[in-house]
């Protein structure tokens, strides 16, 4: 029965691993030959048109979601069973490397593969401007190294944890082929956005900057009002923007975390 919590640990890097083999296959290229072959959102006015052939990263997408479904009620489960160890933590962290680490930079990799696609002479750009993605990997596995050691973290992050910076990256696919905005696939479809991603979302992991965790002692309406915030904001963007909605809400929570000097003082 001890090793429940671990199992459902293990389904978070399972989960991990299916969305990296939907993130990887079969990659992004430009439309040559429609045939039958699904499009991508509609960028006929931005140059050329690209296909799926089947592109499914977006099914990646609702696999990290899934893993960050199952790594938040881990932790719960093994509380309820009296069952937390230092092996059950440590497997949690490995599980999160995967499922909000690499899996993510897979996503970013993909995006900076079809941004330089679509220049002339795009599919001959060097990988040495495309691996710059896996920074994020190294940043989260350092941020969960440190987390591992530090015991002060009791009811706060230091620096953003790395299943939000997971999620934020799982959303942009699902963003790509649903939203109706030519602005945003623009955007998602230019390296520098992806720089300035990969830039922010590591430096917010590996900061020690405080932020808002749904750990403190004794609920009072001025700890929780932070949360109820993000919440509505979910709720209320999802509803007119839908995907667009985690990138509001991520923002939210950093901005909240960054002015709120109660996480620091917790």
């Known amino acids: 029965m001890k090793q429940i919590p671990n199992i459902i640990t293990l389904l978070n890097l399972f989960f991990g691993c299916i969305a990296i083999v939907y993130i990887v296959q079969p990659g992004l290229v430009p439309l040559y030959s429609s045939n039958d072959l699904a499009l991508v959102p509609d960028v006929t006015d931005l140059g050329t048109q690209y296909v799926s ?6 099914i990646g997408s609702l696999f990290i979601g ?4 199952v790594d938040f009620f881990d932790g719960f489960v093994a509380r309820w069973m009296k069952a937390t160890s230092p092996m059950g933590a440590e497997l949690d962290s490995l599980a999160d490397v995967v499922s909000f680490g690499v899996a993510p930079s897979l996503i970013v990799y993909q995006f900076l593969r079809l941004s330089f696609a679509q220049q002339d002479n795009g599919l001959d750009t060097s990988i040495i401007f495309i691996i710059p993605a896996f920074i994020i990997a190294c940043a989260g596995a350092y941020r969960l190294a440190r987390f591992n050691i530090d015991t002060s973290q009791t009811t706060y992050f230091k620096g953003v944890p790395i299943p939000a910076n997971g999620l934020v990256i799982a959303s942009f696919p699902l963003i790509y082929w649903t939203n109706d905005y030519v602005f945003i696939t623009r955007l998602l479809i230019n390296p520098w956005f992806w720089y300035a991603i990969i830039i922010i979302l590591s430096w917010l992991m590996v900061s020690k900057k405080p ?14 009002t932070p949360f ?39």
């Open 53 to 58: 052939i089947p592109q499914q990263m977006f």
């Open 66 to 69: 899934l893993a960050a479904v």
């Open 211 to 224: 932020m808002l965790a749904l750990k403190f002692s004794g609920v009072t309406i001025k700890k929780i």
């Open 228 to 266: 109820i915030i993000i919440a509505l904001i979910a709720i209320v963007s999802a509803f007119f923007i839908q995907w667009l909605a985690v990138p509001v809400s991520f923002m939210t929570y950093v901005i909240l975390s960054l002015l709120n000097k109660q996480s620091s003082e917790l």
